[in-house]
C-alpha cells in the first residue's frame, strides 16, 4: 500500500472517531436528563451532574480538536507557500503553527476519548449507587415518585347507562 493511501486512511479514520464521540457526548447527556427525570434528591444522583459535565467537556474538546486540526491544515498550506517561493521567514512561521495546532489537536482528541469514558463512569457509579439504594430501603417511598398526578388519584368511571348494558325487570 503506498504512503498517500495509508495516510488518507489515517485521516477518514480519526474523522471518522472524532464525529463518533462528538455525536455520543450530547447523546449520552440525554441520556442522562431522561433516565434521572423522574427521580427524586438522593445522594445517588450526585455522580450524575459529574458525568453530565464531563461529557459537555467531551463534546467541546472534540469542537476545539476540528478547529485546531483546520489550524494545522493552515499551517500546512503556509508551508508549501513559502517552501515555494522559498520564503525562510514564512515557512518558519507556518511551521510553528503547523506543529502547535498539530500537537493540540491530538491533546483535544484524547481529551474527548477520556472525558467520554470518565462521564459515563460517574453515571454508572451514580445508578449502581441509585440500585443499591432502592434495594436497602424498599419501603422507603422517599425516593419513589408516588405524588405523581397519575398514581396519586386513580380516575374513577361512570357508571355504565348505555342502553345495552341495561337490565329490565319484567
Given at each position: 500500500?503506498?504512503?498517500?493511501?495509508?495516510?488518507?486512511?489515517?485521516?477518514?479514520?480519526?474523522?471518522?472517531?472524532?464525529?463518533?464521540?462528538?455525536a455520543?457526548?450530547?447523546?449520552?447527556?440525554?441520556?442522562?436528563?431522561?433516565?434521572?427525570?423522574?427521580?427524586?434528591?438522593?445522594?445517588?444522583?450526585?455522580?450524575?451532574?459529574?458525568?453530565?459535565?464531563?461529557?459537555?467537556?467531551?463534546?467541546?474538546?472534540?469542537?476545539?480538536?476540528?478547529?485546531?486540526?483546520?489550524?494545522?491544515?493552515k499551517?500546512?498550506?503556509?508551508?508549501?507557500?513559502?517552501?515555494?517561493?522559498?520564503?525562510?521567514?514564512?515557512?518558519?512561521?507556518?511551521?510553528?503553527?503547523?506543529?502547535?495546532?498539530?500537537?493540540?489537536?491530538?491533546?483535544?482528541?484524547?481529551?474527548?476519548?477520556?472525558?467520554?469514558?470518565?462521564?459515563?463512569a460517574?453515571?454508572?457509579?451514580?445508578?449502581?449507587?441509585?440500585?443499591?439504594?432502592?434495594?436497602?430501603?424498599?419501603?422507603?417511598?422517599?425516593?419513589?415518585?408516588?405524588?405523581?398526578?397519575?398514581?396519586?388519584?386513580?380516575?374513577?368511571?361512570?357508571?355504565?347507562?348505555?342502553?345495552?348494558?341495561?337490565?329490565?325487570?319484567?
Amino acid at each position: 500500500m503506498s504512503d498517500e493511501f495509508l495516510h488518507q486512511r489515517h485521516v477518514d479514520e480519526n474523522k471518522s472517531i472524532r464525529n463518533a464521540f462528538l455525536a455520543g457526548a450530547p447523546a449520552a447527556i440525554a441520556f442522562a436528563f431522561h433516565e434521572t427525570a423522574e427521580r427524586t434528591l438522593a445522594w445517588s444522583l450526585l455522580p450524575v451532574p459529574l458525568a453530565i459535565l464531563a461529557w459537555g467537556a467531551s463534546f467541546a474538546s472534540g469542537i476545539w480538536a476540528s478547529r485546531q486540526l483546520q489550524l494545522a491544515i493552515k499551517g500546512n498550506v503556509g508551508m508549501n507557500l513559502a517552501e515555494r517561493e522559498e520564503n525562510e521567514e514564512f515557512y518558519n512561521r507556518a511551521k510553528a503553527t503547523f506543529e502547535g495546532a498539530r500537537d493540540r489537536t491530538w491533546a483535544f482528541q484524547e481529551a474527548q476519548m477520556w472525558l467520554l469514558f470518565v462521564g459515563a463512569a460517574f453515571y454508572l457509579v451514580g445508578h449502581v449507587w441509585y440500585i443499591t439504594e432502592s434495594a436497602s430501603s424498599p419501603a422507603d417511598d422517599s425516593r419513589v415518585n408516588v405524588t405523581s398526578p397519575a398514581r396519586a388519584s386513580p380516575v374513577k368511571s361512570a357508571p355504565n347507562t348505555s342502553p345495552a348494558r341495561r337490565t329490565r325487570n319484567t
